[in-house]
Protein backbone atom coordinates (compact mmCIF):
# COMPACT_ATOMS: atom_id res chain seq x y z
CA UNK A 1 0.00 0.00 0.00
CA UNK A 2 3.13 2.57 0.81
CA UNK A 3 4.69 1.82 -2.29
CA UNK A 4 1.18 2.53 -4.40
CA UNK A 5 0.76 5.61 -1.95
CA UNK A 6 4.09 6.71 -3.26
CA UNK A 7 4.12 6.14 -6.51
CA UNK A 8 0.51 8.22 -6.86
CA UNK A 9 2.35 10.85 -6.51
CA UNK A 10 4.44 10.72 -9.76
CA UNK A 11 1.04 10.93 -11.59
CA UNK A 12 -0.56 14.14 -12.82
CA UNK A 13 -3.49 14.79 -10.64
CA UNK A 14 -6.29 14.16 -13.44
CA UNK A 15 -5.20 10.29 -13.88
CA UNK A 16 -4.51 9.55 -10.59
CA UNK A 17 -7.36 8.02 -9.89
CA UNK A 18 -7.93 5.87 -12.91
CA UNK A 19 -4.54 4.97 -12.61
CA UNK A 20 -4.47 3.95 -8.90
CA UNK A 21 -7.91 2.08 -9.24
CA UNK A 22 -5.98 -0.25 -12.38
CA UNK A 23 -3.39 -0.82 -10.16
CA UNK A 24 -5.44 -1.71 -7.45
CA UNK A 25 -6.98 -3.88 -9.71
CA UNK A 26 -3.77 -5.90 -11.01
CA UNK A 27 -2.66 -5.93 -7.02
CA UNK A 28 -5.62 -8.15 -6.18
CA UNK A 29 -5.66 -10.03 -9.31
CA UNK A 30 -1.88 -10.96 -8.42
CA UNK A 31 -2.87 -11.90 -4.31
CA UNK A 32 -5.54 -13.60 -5.83
CA UNK A 33 -3.12 -15.76 -7.76
CA UNK A 34 -0.49 -16.01 -5.02
CA UNK A 35 -3.29 -17.42 -2.63
CA UNK A 36 -4.53 -19.64 -5.36
CA UNK A 37 -0.77 -21.07 -5.84
CA UNK A 38 -0.69 -21.44 -1.95
CA UNK A 39 -4.11 -23.38 -1.78
CA UNK A 40 -2.83 -25.68 -4.88
CA UNK A 41 0.51 -26.73 -2.80
CA UNK A 42 -1.40 -27.26 -0.03
CA UNK A 43 -3.86 -29.30 -1.65
CA UNK A 44 -0.61 -31.16 -3.25
CA UNK A 45 1.03 -31.61 -0.14
CA UNK A 46 -2.48 -33.74 1.02
CA UNK A 47 -2.99 -35.59 -1.60
CA UNK A 48 1.06 -36.83 -1.75
CA UNK A 49 0.99 -37.22 1.55
CA UNK A 50 -2.36 -39.27 1.88
CA UNK A 51 -1.50 -41.48 -1.53
CA UNK A 52 2.13 -42.26 -0.39
CA UNK A 53 0.87 -43.24 3.48
CA UNK A 54 -1.92 -45.78 1.71
CA UNK A 55 0.80 -46.87 -0.20
CA UNK A 56 3.12 -47.82 2.70
CA UNK A 57 5.95 -45.29 2.67
CA UNK A 58 7.68 -44.34 5.52
CA UNK A 59 7.75 -40.69 5.81
CA UNK A 60 4.90 -40.34 3.39
CA UNK A 61 3.88 -36.91 5.61
CA UNK A 62 7.05 -35.58 5.37
CA UNK A 63 7.64 -36.33 1.65
CA UNK A 64 4.01 -35.38 0.59
CA UNK A 65 4.36 -31.74 2.41
CA UNK A 66 7.44 -31.01 1.24
CA UNK A 67 6.96 -31.79 -2.11
CA UNK A 68 3.24 -29.38 -1.58
CA UNK A 69 5.48 -26.76 0.02
CA UNK A 70 7.90 -26.96 -3.10
CA UNK A 71 5.26 -26.90 -5.77
CA UNK A 72 5.24 -23.29 -5.31
CA UNK A 73 8.11 -23.76 -8.26
CA UNK A 74 6.87 -25.48 -11.63
CA UNK A 75 8.27 -28.70 -11.56
CA UNK A 76 10.50 -29.01 -8.25
CA UNK A 77 7.66 -30.38 -6.10
CA UNK A 78 6.83 -32.88 -8.18
CA UNK A 79 9.94 -34.24 -8.78
CA UNK A 80 11.34 -34.25 -4.86
CA UNK A 81 7.93 -35.85 -4.12
CA UNK A 82 8.37 -38.97 -6.89
CA UNK A 83 11.72 -39.20 -6.51
CA UNK A 84 12.29 -39.19 -2.38
CA UNK A 85 9.54 -41.70 -2.60
CA UNK A 86 11.01 -43.55 -5.12
CA UNK A 87 14.01 -44.12 -3.05
CA UNK A 88 12.21 -44.84 -0.06
CA UNK A 89 9.93 -47.67 -1.85
CA UNK A 90 13.19 -49.02 -3.50
CA UNK A 91 14.88 -48.88 0.01
CA UNK A 92 11.84 -50.82 1.84
CA UNK A 93 10.35 -53.31 -0.39
CA UNK A 94 12.64 -53.35 -3.84
CA UNK A 95 11.45 -53.25 -7.22
CA UNK A 96 8.05 -54.46 -6.22
CA UNK A 97 4.51 -53.11 -7.17
CA UNK A 98 5.40 -50.35 -4.42
CA UNK A 99 7.11 -48.56 -6.63
CA UNK A 100 4.66 -48.94 -9.43
CA UNK A 101 2.26 -47.57 -6.98
CA UNK A 102 4.31 -44.25 -6.39
CA UNK A 103 4.95 -43.83 -9.70
CA UNK A 104 0.87 -44.13 -10.80
CA UNK A 105 0.13 -42.27 -8.07
CA UNK A 106 2.25 -39.57 -8.82
CA UNK A 107 1.18 -39.59 -12.38
CA UNK A 108 -2.23 -39.26 -10.64
CA UNK A 109 -2.06 -35.91 -8.69
CA UNK A 110 0.22 -34.48 -11.59
CA UNK A 111 -2.84 -34.62 -14.29
CA UNK A 112 -5.40 -33.77 -11.43
CA UNK A 113 -3.09 -30.96 -10.41
CA UNK A 114 -2.64 -29.95 -14.28
CA UNK A 115 -6.23 -30.45 -15.67
CA UNK A 116 -8.33 -29.39 -12.63
CA UNK A 117 -6.73 -27.95 -9.23
CA UNK A 118 -4.63 -25.05 -10.98
CA UNK A 119 -6.98 -24.15 -13.93
CA UNK A 120 -9.74 -23.65 -11.29
CA UNK A 121 -8.52 -22.80 -8.13
CA UNK A 122 -5.86 -20.42 -9.79
CA UNK A 123 -8.24 -19.41 -12.34
CA UNK A 124 -11.08 -18.40 -10.29
CA UNK A 125 -9.00 -16.52 -7.76
CA UNK A 126 -7.55 -14.05 -11.06
CA UNK A 127 -10.63 -14.15 -12.38
CA UNK A 128 -9.33 -16.39 -15.46
CA UNK A 129 -11.45 -18.90 -16.96
CA UNK A 130 -9.65 -22.52 -16.78
CA UNK A 131 -9.17 -22.66 -20.20
CA UNK A 132 -7.06 -19.13 -20.41
CA UNK A 133 -5.39 -20.32 -17.82
CA UNK A 134 -3.76 -23.78 -19.70
CA UNK A 135 -3.23 -21.32 -22.79
CA UNK A 136 -1.28 -19.14 -20.84
CA UNK A 137 0.66 -21.31 -19.30
CA UNK A 138 1.30 -23.35 -22.56
CA UNK A 139 2.27 -19.68 -24.25
CA UNK A 140 5.08 -18.79 -21.23
CA UNK A 141 6.27 -21.90 -20.88
CA UNK A 142 7.28 -22.26 -24.89
CA UNK A 143 8.29 -18.65 -25.38
CA UNK A 144 10.43 -18.24 -21.75
CA UNK A 145 10.74 -21.43 -20.36
CA UNK A 146 10.79 -21.80 -16.63
CA UNK A 147 10.72 -18.40 -16.09
CA UNK A 148 7.61 -18.11 -17.91
CA UNK A 149 5.47 -20.75 -15.88
CA UNK A 150 6.01 -18.61 -13.48
CA UNK A 151 4.81 -15.03 -14.45
CA UNK A 152 2.12 -16.55 -17.29
CA UNK A 153 -0.87 -16.53 -14.92
CA UNK A 154 -0.32 -13.26 -13.33
CA UNK A 155 0.82 -11.39 -16.38
CA UNK A 156 -2.68 -12.63 -18.25
CA UNK A 157 -4.34 -11.53 -15.41
CA UNK A 158 -2.84 -8.08 -15.67
CA UNK A 159 -3.68 -8.26 -19.19
CA UNK A 160 -7.06 -8.93 -18.03
CA UNK A 161 -7.64 -5.68 -16.42
CA UNK A 162 -6.06 -3.84 -19.53
CA UNK A 163 -8.20 -5.87 -22.30
CA UNK A 164 -11.34 -4.97 -19.99
CA UNK A 165 -10.52 -1.45 -20.08
CA UNK A 166 -10.13 -1.44 -23.48
CA UNK A 167 -13.28 -3.38 -24.20
CA UNK A 168 -15.53 -0.87 -21.92
CA UNK A 169 -13.63 1.85 -24.03
CA UNK A 170 -14.58 0.37 -27.28
CA UNK A 171 -18.65 -0.26 -25.91
CA UNK A 172 -18.86 3.61 -24.89
CA UNK A 173 -17.18 4.64 -28.48
CA UNK A 174 -19.22 6.12 -31.11
CA UNK A 175 -17.74 3.57 -33.69
CA UNK A 176 -19.84 0.94 -31.47
CA UNK A 177 -22.65 3.17 -30.53
CA UNK A 178 -25.99 3.74 -31.88
CA UNK A 179 -25.67 5.31 -35.48
CA UNK A 180 -28.49 7.31 -34.59
CA UNK A 181 -31.86 6.16 -35.62
CA UNK A 182 -31.92 3.30 -37.30
CA UNK A 183 -33.87 0.45 -36.47
CA UNK A 184 -31.57 -3.16 -35.55
CA UNK A 185 -33.03 -4.46 -38.21
CA UNK A 186 -31.84 -1.55 -40.57
CA UNK A 187 -28.43 -1.25 -38.98
CA UNK A 188 -27.71 -4.75 -40.38
CA UNK A 189 -28.47 -4.21 -43.83
CA UNK A 190 -27.39 -0.52 -43.82
CA UNK A 191 -24.12 -1.83 -42.70
CA UNK A 192 -23.44 -3.87 -46.11
Known amino acids: DEILRRSAEWIPPRRRAYVVEKARTANRLISGFLR ?36 LVPYLGGAVAVLASSVLAILEFGFDWHLAAVLGW ?37 LFGFLGLLVAVPLAAVAKVFVD ?10 FFGDDGGAEDGDAGSAAV
Open 165 to 174: EGLDLYRRSS
Open 106 to 142: YVAVQTFEGFVLTPRIVGESVGLHPGVVIVALLIGGD
Open 36 to 71: GQLTVAGALGVLYAVGFSVIGIDLALGVGLLGGVLS
